[in-house]
């Protein structure tokens, strides 16, 4: 198999340990720039996600993002933020994450490989048809990502997967496809980097056109299922964190 973009060395920064501070951050900065360029590249898939996603809420369904690591981050983020920033309903759009709460701050490998996990929170999140789940992976054969996408399509729920390598599983499975081609990264196969940048970008885009619609409220709020997890209550948005066998859902207050 062929050796993914997102894993190959950048040519540009082969001698990264020589450059000043300076020439470092201009090297960066131009490889951020890149990662722009690659959004700009995929307007139409963007745009076929959005339309996507804008029907679904207008059926009463939600935005779910799925995602490990890095790519999990970012989707909770855009769940987190959905609520303040445009006044989207609490519940309408959804964060789950392998590992659950403590892999925000905590990587959990053993979970991002795990298919059997990714197919177990999605069912926790009460996954309906209506539903349109975004699965999230920069390589895009993250095993858990791919088993929650999995499971999205075969219950009927319209699926977008937004990675940044062509040809990859996640390219396969899912319904619409956004590739964010960014190529090698600086620090060779850090996809936290400029993928990070380009995948924070497109979700950004289809979160903004897609807030103007607002859906019933669904009583099941955000979820971010995963071990250990705990139930939280935070202001303005509440949000709940939860996940089957975890301890009963213990309620603590958070702030912002």
Do not use: W
């Not at 095993?143 to 937004?162: D, Q």
């Amino acid at each position: 198999m062929d050796m993914l973009k997102t894993e190959m060395r950048n040519p540009k920064t082969t001698h990264l340990d020589r450059m000043t501070t300076t020439e470092m951050l201009r090297v960066i900065q131009d490889e951020n720039m890149n990662a722009v360029k690659a959004v700009d590249g995929c307007l139409d898939a963007v745009g076929r996600a959005v339309d996507a996603v804008t029907e679904a809420l207008r059926r009463g369904g939600r935005l779910i993002y799925v995602g490990a690591g890095t790519s999990g981050r970012l989707g909770v983020l855009d769940a987190s933020e959905a609520c303040p920033t445009f006044g989207v309903p609490e519940g309408t759009i959804l964060g789950v994450m392998a590992g659950g709460v403590e892999a925000l701050y905590r990587a959990g490998e053993p979970e991002e490989d795990s298919a059997a996990f990714g197919e177990r929170d999605v069912k926790a999140v009460n996954l309906a048809p209506s539903d349109c789940v975004v699965g999230i992976s920069a390589a895009g054969g993250a095993e858990y990502v791919l088993a929650a996408v999995g499971y999205a399509k075969s219950i009927g729920c319209t699926t977008v997967g937004l990675t940044c390598n062509e040809g990859s599983p996640l390219v396969v499975l899912a319904d619409i496809v956004i590739v964010t081609d960014t190529g090698a990264e600086v620090v060779t196969g850090s996809t936290r980097m400029k993928a990070g940048t380009a995948r924070g970008s497109g979700r950004t885009t289809a979160v903004r056109r897609c807030s103007g619609t607002r859906p019933p409220d669904r009583s099941s709020p955000f979820l971010l299922p995963g071990k250990r997890s705990r139930r939280i209550r935070q202001a303005p948005c509440p949000q709940t964190i939860s996940t089957p066998g975890c301890g009963g859902g213990k309620r603590v207050a958070s702030g912002k």
